[in-house]
């Protein structure tokens, strides 16, 4: 099951859940009135009627919402990798080219994308169906051959010169960022 019918399904079986409890306390009423029930009865019974059909509405506008929300990001994010797709593939490129310039094995690179991904050791190891352990070393041969220090600054490594700068601020000392 997918992400997003296991998401729907949070949202969409409570709803149903509480239309059904509605339903089935409307029917419940229906037959308490024909047998003659109480006023207090037939109140407490239509509250509760209110209270499920109130829940179920809350849980279907809020699954609108939930899916609206997807469909824009989705939207948005088709439109950035489509605006930015030339630039992507060159730093795709590019990483390859150092990696190479590095002399990394094929796994060593491999692993290297998936670090640069923000994969953990065990999720890599899942994906390459090999010990985490393998995926530490292979880690630590990449760190070598590069010169650096860790995952941290592979990652600054490849996206310091990309991003803006940040400075102090002259009045604060706070830091602002430098977009040039």
Request: hydrophobic residues 50%.
């Amino acid at each position: 099951m997918s992400d997003d019918t296991s998401d729907r399904w949070h949202l969409i079986g409570p709803a149903a859940l509480f239309a059904l409890i509605a339903l089935l306390i409307a029917a419940d009423l229906v037959m308490d009135r024909g047998e003659g029930a109480g006023f207090l009865h037939l109140a407490v019974e239509s509250f509760a009627l209110f209270v499920a059909a109130t829940g179920a509405a809350l849980l279907l506008r809020q699954f609108s919402r939930v899916r609206s929300d997807l469909t824009l990001a989705r939207s948005e994010a088709s439109q950035w990798r489509a605006a930015n797709r030339e630039i992507v593939r060159g730093l795709g490129a590019a990483i390859q080219n150092q990696f190479t310039l590095w002399e990394l094995t094929a796994a060593e690179a491999e692993i290297g994308l998936f670090l640069l991904k923000g994969l953990s050791h065990k999720e890599i190891a899942d994906i390459r169906q090999t010990s985490e352990r393998t995926v530490r070393e292979q880690s630590r041969a990449l760190y070598r051959k590069a010169g650096l220090s860790g995952r941290s600054a592979l990652s600054a490594f490849f996206l310091e010169d990309l991003l803006p700068g940040i400075a102090p601020s002259a009045d604060s000392g706070a830091y602002v960022s430098q977009v040039s």
